[in-house]
């Protein structure tokens, strides 16, 4: 009777640690592999895509792999970001991301990358903003001299940083081979063992934890 405890348990323990084991920047299904590794910090970005995007996102590297020669269909839907503190997120599309009406990209004192997003602003359930809005400026100073007119706003007629994001990124489509792109998570201020990627299969919800490689 002892002995057969013991193997209840060792198994039961056993079955435990498999039930809690983490998959570190890629995990696989029966019908796709998934590889990825997260860019957390406004540096690492911007050595990718060339812009912070203001400190406010954290970009997913990610390779798709279909199994067995069968289509994926791959949606931006199906990828949600979670992090401790019970932050949610899905990926922003290109256009999401530089539209006037979602967010401001800014060439100012702070460089392209920074935000002058008005207060409260909520961005895919993640809240950013606060503090007080600007004041607009007369085109003239109190010496009637001409005042430097705003930089251009990337959101609005700046397409570089659009074309860019859009090359990169993770196409949505049906493939049998393997497709690498880029998600954009619209969070912040997280690091690697505070975040979690969830992806859905219609056979439920597999998830991919990050780690430096």
């Known amino acids: 009777m002892f002995k057969r405890l013991v193997l209840i348990a060792l198994y039961a323990a056993a079955f435990s640690a ?13 019908t796709v592999t998934l590889m990825g590794k997260a860019y957390i910090t406004p540096d690492a970005i911007k050595q990718l895509i060339g812009s912070d995007l203001g400190g406010h996102f954290i ?20 990828f949600t970001l979670f992090a401790e503190g019970g932050d949610r997120t899905k990926p922003e599309t290109p256009a999401e991301i530089t539209a006037p009406s979602s967010m401001v990209l800014k060439q100012g004192e702070a460089g392209i990358g920074s935000f002058g ?3 409260g602003i ?52 049906e493939t049998s081979e393997p497709v690498t792109g880029l998600l954009y ?28 490689k």
């Open 117 to 119: 997003e008005a207060p």
């Open 18 to 30: 498999a039930k809690d084991e983490k998959s570190y920047n890629q995990v696989s299904t029966d």
């Open 122 to 173: 909520k961005w895919s359930g993640v809240g950013f903003g606060g503090g007080s809005p600007r004041k607009p400026k007369d085109d003239k100073d109190k010496a009637g001299k001409d005042t430097p007119k705003p930089a251009p706003q990337a959101g609005e007629n700046d397409q570089t940083l659009k074309a860019t994001l859009e090359k990169k990124a993770l196409p949505e489509k």
């Open 59 to 78: 970009v997913v590297e990610l390779t798709v792999s279909p199994k067995a020669g069968k289509p994926v269909n791959i949606q931006l839907d199906s």
């Open 185 to 212: 998570f619209p969070m912040e201020k997280k690091k690697l063992k505070e975040i979690v990627m969830f992806y859905d299969t219609p056979n439920g919800k597999v998830r991919m934890y990050f780690r430096d």
